[in-house]
């Protein structure tokens, strides 16, 4: 009798936390850039516009991997409490985003005037990013994800 590997997540869940990856990378990169590129670095709106569309396009892309590693670097180094989170979730934000943002940015035409600005400011500011972003994608996916699943049998989803 041949041997079965047991199923891996069903499709619907895989495409969902895609979705949803999406979502939060996409509304919290935004929501954060528009102070930092436009207030701090001194950007024009239309510098703005342009440097936010490519990061449309490259978090659509990262937001996954992003979640992923966030997963992987919490199972080897997360424990319990605040701060454990606090230092996870801020060692991966940095590690993971600050070089795509220097990326997205010269891509976006801005200055090495602005890029250093706003580079050290996201820098300076992580420390108060990603936590809160751990904490929107953790909220996000409990709503979104958990109520989604209860509207489909268990056992279609594989879930235990």
Same mark, same amino acid.
């Given at each position: ?15 969902? +936390? ?9 509304? &919290?990169?935004?929501? /954060? =850039?528009? *102070? ?10 239309? +510098?703005?516009?342009q ?6 396009? &490259?978090?659509?892309? /990262? =937001?996954? *991997? ?9 199972a ?18 940095l ?26 400011t996201f ?23 958990n ?12 879930l235990?």
């Amino acid at each position: 009798m041949p041997v079965t590997e047991a199923p891996g997540p069903h499709p619907l869940c895989r495409r969902r +936390e895609l979705l949803l990856d999406i979502f939060a990378m996409n509304s &919290f990169s935004w929501a /954060i =850039a528009i *102070p930092i590129e436009l207030l701090l670095a001194g950007m024009s709106l239309q +510098e703005h516009i342009q440097v936010r569309l490519l990061a449309v396009v &490259f978090n659509t892309l /990262i =937001a996954r *991997p992003f979640s992923i590693y966030r997963h992987w670097v919490a199972a080897r180094f997360g424990g319990r409490g605040d701060l454990n989170a606090y230092l996870v979730d801020t060692f991966v934000f940095l590690s993971f985003q600050c070089p795509l943002y220097v990326g997205n940015m010269l891509l976006g035409g801005a200055s090495w005037a602005e890029i250093a600005t706003a580079s050290a400011t996201f820098m300076v500011i992580a420390g108060a990013l990603g936590r809160p972003y751990g904490i929107y994608l953790d909220w996000l996916r409990r709503l979104w994800i958990n109520r989604r699943s209860r509207s489909i049998a268990p056992m279609a989803l594989n879930l235990q």
